[in-house]
Protein backbone atom coordinates (compact mmCIF):
# COMPACT_ATOMS: atom_id res chain seq x y z
CA UNK A 1 0.00 0.00 0.00
CA UNK A 2 2.93 2.79 1.06
CA UNK A 3 4.54 1.73 -2.60
CA UNK A 4 1.04 2.81 -4.36
CA UNK A 5 0.82 6.28 -2.46
CA UNK A 6 4.78 6.93 -3.41
CA UNK A 7 3.83 5.72 -7.17
CA UNK A 8 0.62 8.29 -6.89
CA UNK A 9 2.51 11.16 -5.31
CA UNK A 10 5.57 10.95 -8.03
CA UNK A 11 2.28 10.35 -10.60
CA UNK A 12 0.89 13.53 -9.37
CA UNK A 13 3.86 15.47 -9.46
CA UNK A 14 5.06 14.52 -13.13
CA UNK A 15 1.50 15.47 -14.33
CA UNK A 16 1.74 18.96 -12.68
CA UNK A 17 5.49 19.41 -14.33
CA UNK A 18 4.44 20.95 -17.68
CA UNK A 19 1.95 23.43 -16.02
CA UNK A 20 5.11 24.60 -14.08
CA UNK A 21 7.15 24.94 -17.03
CA UNK A 22 4.59 27.24 -18.87
CA UNK A 23 5.87 30.16 -17.20
CA UNK A 24 9.26 30.35 -18.63
CA UNK A 25 10.05 33.84 -17.10
CA UNK A 26 9.22 37.41 -15.92
CA UNK A 27 8.71 39.59 -18.55
CA UNK A 28 7.03 43.44 -18.21
CA UNK A 29 5.91 46.36 -20.51
CA UNK A 30 6.42 50.31 -20.62
CA UNK A 31 5.04 52.24 -23.08
CA UNK A 32 7.22 55.79 -23.46
CA UNK A 33 4.69 58.24 -25.41
CA UNK A 34 6.25 61.88 -26.87
CA UNK A 35 3.49 63.86 -27.65
CA UNK A 36 3.21 66.85 -30.24
CA UNK A 37 3.58 69.64 -27.10
CA UNK A 38 6.46 67.88 -25.47
CA UNK A 39 4.57 65.64 -22.83
CA UNK A 40 5.80 62.42 -22.08
CA UNK A 41 3.82 59.55 -20.97
CA UNK A 42 5.78 56.25 -19.74
CA UNK A 43 2.85 53.29 -18.97
CA UNK A 44 4.79 50.35 -16.83
CA UNK A 45 2.43 47.01 -17.05
CA UNK A 46 2.96 44.24 -14.91
CA UNK A 47 1.83 40.70 -14.27
CA UNK A 48 0.83 40.85 -10.61
CA UNK A 49 1.76 37.26 -9.90
CA UNK A 50 5.31 38.54 -11.16
CA UNK A 51 4.98 41.83 -8.93
CA UNK A 52 3.28 41.19 -5.73
CA UNK A 53 6.48 38.49 -4.69
CA UNK A 54 8.79 41.10 -5.97
CA UNK A 55 7.40 43.30 -3.36
CA UNK A 56 9.37 41.51 -0.22
CA UNK A 57 12.36 42.74 -1.62
CA UNK A 58 11.41 46.36 -3.35
CA UNK A 59 9.42 47.48 0.10
CA UNK A 60 10.84 45.01 2.96
CA UNK A 61 9.26 46.84 5.30
CA UNK A 62 5.26 47.13 3.68
CA UNK A 63 3.46 43.88 3.75
CA UNK A 64 4.05 41.83 0.03
CA UNK A 65 0.70 42.38 -1.40
CA UNK A 66 -0.35 44.72 -3.90
CA UNK A 67 -3.32 46.45 -1.80
CA UNK A 68 -0.96 48.08 0.99
CA UNK A 69 -0.42 51.54 0.03
CA UNK A 70 3.27 51.35 1.74
CA UNK A 71 4.40 48.86 -0.84
CA UNK A 72 2.89 50.84 -3.81
CA UNK A 73 4.61 53.87 -2.43
CA UNK A 74 8.18 52.01 -2.55
CA UNK A 75 7.31 50.43 -5.73
CA UNK A 76 6.68 53.75 -7.65
CA UNK A 77 10.02 54.97 -5.97
CA UNK A 78 11.49 51.75 -6.97
CA UNK A 79 10.31 52.43 -10.91
CA UNK A 80 11.93 55.89 -10.61
CA UNK A 81 15.05 54.23 -9.85
CA UNK A 82 15.00 51.59 -12.38
CA UNK A 83 13.79 53.11 -15.24
CA UNK A 84 15.59 56.06 -16.84
CA UNK A 85 14.50 58.36 -19.95
CA UNK A 86 17.16 60.90 -21.63
CA UNK A 87 15.99 63.48 -24.58
CA UNK A 88 18.63 64.60 -26.68
CA UNK A 89 20.82 63.99 -23.87
CA UNK A 90 18.62 65.58 -20.59
CA UNK A 91 17.19 63.70 -18.30
CA UNK A 92 13.76 63.55 -18.60
CA UNK A 93 12.12 63.82 -14.93
CA UNK A 94 8.97 61.68 -14.61
CA UNK A 95 6.05 61.98 -11.91
CA UNK A 96 2.99 59.57 -10.90
CA UNK A 97 0.21 60.37 -12.59
CA UNK A 98 -2.14 57.25 -11.80
CA UNK A 99 -1.77 53.54 -10.68
CA UNK A 100 -4.00 50.95 -11.22
CA UNK A 101 -3.76 47.80 -9.61
CA UNK A 102 -6.11 44.82 -11.45
CA UNK A 103 -6.32 41.02 -10.20
CA UNK A 104 -4.10 40.08 -13.26
CA UNK A 105 -2.53 43.15 -14.04
CA UNK A 106 -0.78 46.22 -12.22
CA UNK A 107 -0.11 49.36 -14.56
CA UNK A 108 1.67 52.99 -13.41
CA UNK A 109 2.01 55.81 -15.35
CA UNK A 110 4.29 58.58 -15.12
CA UNK A 111 4.32 61.90 -16.66
CA UNK A 112 7.06 64.18 -18.03
CA UNK A 113 7.76 66.85 -20.76
CA UNK A 114 10.79 67.88 -22.80
CA UNK A 115 11.59 70.94 -24.69
CA UNK A 116 11.04 71.12 -28.43
CA UNK A 117 10.77 68.01 -30.56
CA UNK A 118 13.56 65.97 -29.43
CA UNK A 119 15.55 63.76 -32.09
CA UNK A 120 16.65 60.68 -30.03
CA UNK A 121 15.76 59.36 -26.63
CA UNK A 122 17.79 57.23 -24.79
CA UNK A 123 16.46 54.33 -22.25
CA UNK A 124 17.09 52.36 -19.80
CA UNK A 125 14.65 49.49 -18.19
CA UNK A 126 16.54 47.50 -15.54
CA UNK A 127 13.44 47.48 -13.63
CA UNK A 128 12.89 43.75 -11.66
CA UNK A 129 16.35 42.72 -12.92
CA UNK A 130 17.58 42.71 -9.67
CA UNK A 131 15.41 40.73 -8.29
CA UNK A 132 14.93 38.45 -11.39
CA UNK A 133 18.20 37.67 -13.39
CA UNK A 134 16.02 36.14 -15.87
CA UNK A 135 13.56 39.15 -16.04
CA UNK A 136 13.19 40.82 -20.03
CA UNK A 137 11.71 44.17 -20.43
CA UNK A 138 10.51 45.20 -23.62
CA UNK A 139 10.14 49.43 -24.14
CA UNK A 140 7.80 50.63 -26.68
CA UNK A 141 8.66 54.28 -28.08
CA UNK A 142 5.88 56.13 -29.80
CA UNK A 143 5.95 59.26 -31.65
CA UNK A 144 2.99 60.02 -33.74
CA UNK A 145 2.67 57.18 -36.42
CA UNK A 146 6.49 55.71 -35.36
CA UNK A 147 6.81 53.37 -33.10
CA UNK A 148 9.98 51.28 -32.39
CA UNK A 149 10.46 48.32 -30.01
CA UNK A 150 13.04 47.87 -27.58
CA UNK A 151 14.29 45.14 -25.55
CA UNK A 152 16.12 45.01 -21.63
CA UNK A 153 18.01 41.99 -20.59
CA UNK A 154 20.79 43.63 -19.11
CA UNK A 155 21.49 47.34 -17.78
CA UNK A 156 22.50 48.58 -20.91
CA UNK A 157 20.97 52.33 -22.60
CA UNK A 158 19.46 51.83 -26.11
CA UNK A 159 18.92 54.84 -28.53
CA UNK A 160 16.14 55.55 -30.48
CA UNK A 161 16.55 58.19 -33.54
CA UNK A 162 13.25 59.91 -33.95
CA UNK A 163 11.75 60.40 -37.14
Request: aromatic content about 4%.
Amino acid sequence: MRSLLVIGGAMAMISLAPQAAAHRGHDAMSVVTLLPDGAVTVSHRFEAHDLEPALSEIAPDAQTSLDDPDAIAELKTYLLAHFRLRADGSDVPLTVASVEVGVRDVRIDYAGSVKGRPKAVAVQSTILRDIYPRQVNQVVVKRGSYVQTLRFSGDEVKTVTLP
